[in-house]
């Protein structure tokens, strides 16, 4: 028979920690993927297998989870846990000094996360004998996805954790003072010990999910950025369409009985939703997330539910819970297995762009929704009872007021000012920027500070390389879009290595053609294209602008001749005396592609 929670103040803490939790955890998360990028590779050298060798250290923490428990005690690893991540991310906020601070803060941070997640989940094996405890874990981290996401899109895809002032400083300190009151209101019902009250291995393998799931939510179910890049839709719509996945998610994932062939049908909607479509309508992108984010929702409840029920069995089989015994060995071994496995999804999904490898990286969503998808259908058979009705104001009261935040969004919306030609015989200045990423040479992602690097050039038309549009290593940040409404300037963008990273031009004058080619060869691990623009400058004949950013190797001379032939045989029938050629050409001015360029008679600007 179905029984229904009441919700109290105590139900409340019981999914308000673990989603705030979660909440900083992300945030940490997206912080510390650039950080080893930007600091131990670009800064101190290490080279892409390095770098995913640091990450898999870091990750690999999981596994001390049931040594921790031993020693501490599941109370104080929860409060370490739990605590120790707000406090690092508030700390991280405060930090205000050299870049490297900030990384070691991150990895504190994300490995506190990390070992939180089976701690909580022992806590809630323990109240297993609770009615609806597994239930109350899944909706927290629901939760804790649309609170993260919902933060995310306040400040435009810019993570505030990158910021600095007054504003940011309260939300994070404001946050972490939530989350220790509701660690406090827990505190007394954690046991002092760890208590035998998981199953067998084969038993506890669904956590397997996890991994998987956070690797989905990073890199497609949370990024607004890659939407926008995806659909060309105004952000305040993106914004809301992500959030509203998200709640839809939660609602569905909260009514729903889990049952096999409901397991297996929501494991086939996420692998459909996650299936290299290639070139689509708009909406069909957006659709697939919707799908995939309630599909990955019910799974992942499915999940947790599968491994309470199991819990209290064992429970209920072995007798009083104040028996201190082992009762971590299964969850933090898997749970070690999943957060590897995570990381590795994350390295291999961005190394094949710096990498010849074996596989195309579009493959990899499909593959972590195949798991996500059997360990939904595996837990489903451990569940012999229906689910307690939990009730639904605690898991959709804070995100149908977080749905508020897209609409605050839309009503302070500026789309950048319709650009008007000049008259004839006015100057025009044009600058040329590789933006790295947004990322200075120390390591620190500051939009800011570029934005104005370019503003004190008055420019009328910006041609920008390395340009991000949701790459979870780069912040998930969509830096056109908010370059674009910072310098009031609207923009072209011309994707290279993938659909959310290339080459973008910002013009204040009325673009009349815009046209994006890929360059040779198509097999670099790193693809290279340009992008053409004819520009109404108020004159008889438009401007004629190429950005380009050519193949990067240094030994590499041949293929950026082949490239810049390439953009010649374009051009040959385009031929002006309006043509400017800008990008980032890799090359020195001696280089036999440089001089092809002179030879046809492009000089120097400079």
Request: glycine share 8%.
């Given at each position: 028979?179905?029984?229904?929670?009441?919700?109290?103040?105590?139900?409340?803490?019981?999914?308000?920690?673990p989603?705030?939790?979660?909440?900083f955890?992300?945030?940490?998360?997206?912080?510390?993927?650039?950080?080893?990028?930007?600091?131990?590779g670009?800064?101190?050298?290490?080279?892409?297998?390095?770098?995913?060798?640091a990450?898999?250290?870091i990750f690999?923490?999981?596994?001390?989870?049931?040594?921790?428990?031993?020693?501490?005690?599941?109370?104080?690893?929860?409060?370490?846990?739990?605590?120790?991540?707000?406090?690092?991310?508030?700390?991280?906020?405060?930090?205000t000094?050299?870049?490297?601070?900030?990384?070691?803060?991150?990895?504190?941070?994300?490995?506190?996360?990390?070992?939180?997640?089976?701690?909580?989940?022992?806590?809630?094996?323990?109240?297993?004998?609770?009615?609806?405890?597994?239930?109350?874990?899944?909706?927290?981290?629901?939760?804790?996805?649309?609170?993260?996401?919902?933060l995310?899109?306040?400040?435009?895809?810019?993570?505030?954790?990158?910021?600095?002032?007054?504003?940011?400083?309260?939300?994070?300190?404001?946050l972490?003072?939530?989350?220790?009151v509701a660690?406090r209101?827990?505190?007394?019902?954690?046991?002092?010990?760890p208590?035998?009250?998981?199953?067998?291995?084969?038993t506890?393998?669904?956590?397997?999910a996890?991994?998987?799931?956070?690797?989905l939510?990073?890199?497609?179910f949370?990024?607004?950025?890659?939407?926008?890049?995806?659909?060309?839709w105004?952000?305040?719509?993106?914004?809301?369409?992500?959030?509203?996945?998200?709640?839809?998610?939660?609602?569905?994932?909260?009514?729903?009985?889990?049952?096999?062939?409901?397991?297996?049908v929501?494991?086939?909607i996420?692998?459909?939703?996650?299936?290299?479509?290639?070139?689509?309508?708009a909406?069909?992108?957006?659709v697939?997330?919707?799908?995939?984010?309630?599909?990955?929702?019910?799974?992942?409840?499915?999940?947790?539910?599968?491994?309470?029920?199991?819990?209290?069995?064992?429970?209920?089989?072995?007798?009083?819970?104040?028996?201190?015994?082992?009762?971590?060995?299964?969850?933090?071994?898997?749970?070690?297995?999943?957060?590897?496995?995570?990381?590795?999804?994350?390295?291999?999904?961005?190394?094949?762009?710096?990498?010849?490898?074996?596989y195309?990286?579009?493959?990899?969503?499909?593959?972590?929704?195949?798991?996500?998808?059997?360990?939904?259908i595996?837990?489903?058979?451990?569940?012999?009872?229906?689910?307690?009705?939990?009730?639904?104001?605690?898991?959709?009261?804070?995100?149908?007021?977080?749905?508020?935040?897209?609409?605050?969004?839309?009503?302070?919306?500026?789309?950048?000012?319709?650009?008007?030609?000049?008259?004839?015989g006015?100057p025009?200045?044009?600058?040329?920027?590789?933006?790295?990423?947004?990322?200075?040479?120390?390591?620190?992602?500051?939009?800011?500070?570029?934005?104005?690097v370019?503003?004190?050039?008055?420019?009328?038309i910006?041609?920008?390389?390395?340009?991000?549009?949701?790459?979870?290593?780069?912040?998930?940040?969509?830096?056109?879009?908010?370059l674009?409404?910072r310098?009031?300037?609207?923009?072209?963008?011309?994707?290279?290595?993938?659909?959310?990273?290339?080459?973008?031009?910002?013009?204040?004058?009325?673009?009349?053609?815009?046209?994006?080619?890929?360059?040779?060869?198509?097999?670099?691990?790193?693809k290279?294209?340009?992008?053409?623009?004819?520009?109404?400058?108020?004159?008889?004949?438009?401007?004629?602008?190429?950005?380009a950013?050519?193949?990067?190797?240094?030994?590499?001379?041949?293929?950026?001749?082949?490239?810049?032939?390439?953009?010649?045989?374009?051009?040959?029938?385009?031929?002006?005396?309006?043509?400017?050629l800008?990008?980032?050409?890799?090359?020195?001015?001696?280089?036999?592609?440089?001089q092809?360029?002179?030879?046809?008679?492009?000089?120097?600007?400079?």
């Amino acid at each position: 028979m179905n029984r229904t929670e009441k919700s109290t103040p105590a139900t409340w803490s019981k999914i308000i920690l673990p989603a705030l939790t979660l909440t900083f955890g992300l945030q940490t998360l997206r912080v510390l993927l650039p950080y080893l990028q930007y600091l131990l590779g670009d800064r101190l050298g290490l080279s892409s297998i390095q770098l995913g060798l640091a990450a898999l250290v870091i990750f690999a923490a999981a596994f001390l989870t049931g040594r921790l428990n031993r020693w501490l005690g599941l109370r104080r690893l929860l409060l370490l846990t739990a605590g120790g991540v707000s406090l690092a991310r508030l700390l991280a906020q405060v930090w205000t000094g050299d870049p490297l601070g900030d990384m070691v803060l991150a990895i504190i941070g994300a490995t506190l996360f990390i070992l939180f997640l089976p701690a909580y989940l022992a806590l809630v094996h323990w109240q297993g004998y609770e009615s609806g405890s597994s239930q109350r874990f899944a909706q927290a981290i629901l939760l804790g996805l649309a609170i993260d996401t919902s933060l995310h899109g306040l400040f435009l895809t810019y993570d505030y954790i990158w910021q600095t002032g007054t504003i940011p400083l309260l939300l994070a300190g404001g946050l972490m003072l939530v989350q220790w009151v509701a660690l406090r209101n827990l505190q007394a019902t954690a046991p002092p010990h760890p208590m035998p009250v998981e199953g067998s291995f084969l038993t506890t393998l669904p956590w397997l999910a996890v991994g998987p799931f956070l690797f989905l939510q990073l890199i497609i179910f949370q990024n607004q950025a890659r939407l926008v890049a995806l659909t060309g839709w105004l952000f305040p719509l993106a914004f809301a369409w992500v959030l509203i996945s998200h709640l839809l998610g939660l609602g569905v994932a909260t009514l729903w009985q889990p049952r096999k062939i409901g397991a297996a049908v929501m494991g086939a909607i996420l692998v459909a939703a996650l299936w290299p479509i290639g070139d689509t309508v708009a909406f069909g992108f957006a659709v697939a997330l919707l799908l995939g984010q309630v599909a990955t929702a019910v799974l992942i409840t499915t999940v947790l539910r599968g491994l309470g029920e199991q819990s209290a069995r064992v429970y209920y089989t072995i007798g009083s819970p104040d028996q201190p015994k082992e009762g971590l060995r299964n969850s933090a071994t898997i749970h070690g297995m999943t957060m590897i496995l995570m990381v590795t999804l994350i390295f291999a999904f961005y190394v094949g762009f710096s990498l010849k490898v074996p596989y195309q990286n579009n493959w990899l969503p499909p593959l972590a929704g195949l798991i996500v998808g059997l360990s939904g259908i595996g837990a489903s058979f451990l569940l012999t009872s229906p689910a307690t009705r939990q009730p639904l104001r605690p898991a959709l009261a804070l995100p149908l007021l977080l749905l508020t935040l897209p609409l605050i969004v839309f009503s302070t919306w500026r789309a950048p000012s319709d650009p008007v030609a000049p008259p004839t015989g006015d100057p025009i200045r044009i600058i040329t920027y590789n933006i790295h990423n947004g990322f200075s040479a120390g390591g620190q992602l500051d939009m800011e500070a570029l934005a104005q690097v370019i503003e004190a050039e008055q420019p009328d038309i910006i041609s920008l390389q390395e340009v991000s549009r949701g790459w979870v290593i780069n912040g998930s940040l969509d830096m056109l879009g908010w370059l674009s409404r910072r310098l009031d300037m609207p923009y072209v963008f011309a994707p290279s290595a993938d659909a959310l990273w290339g080459q973008a031009i910002l013009s204040h004058y009325p673009i009349l053609l815009a046209e994006t080619h890929p360059l040779p060869p198509s097999n670099l691990p790193m693809k290279r294209s340009f992008v053409y623009l004819q520009v109404d400058i108020g004159r008889p004949l438009p401007l004629q602008v190429i950005n380009a950013h050519l193949h990067h190797i240094p030994a590499d001379s041949n293929i950026r001749v082949t490239q810049v032939e390439t953009m010649l045989d374009f051009l040959a029938a385009r031929r002006s005396n309006q043509i400017i050629l800008t990008g980032d050409l890799n090359a020195t001015p001696t280089a036999p592609e440089i001089q092809l360029l002179y030879e046809h008679g492009f000089r120097d600007a400079v």
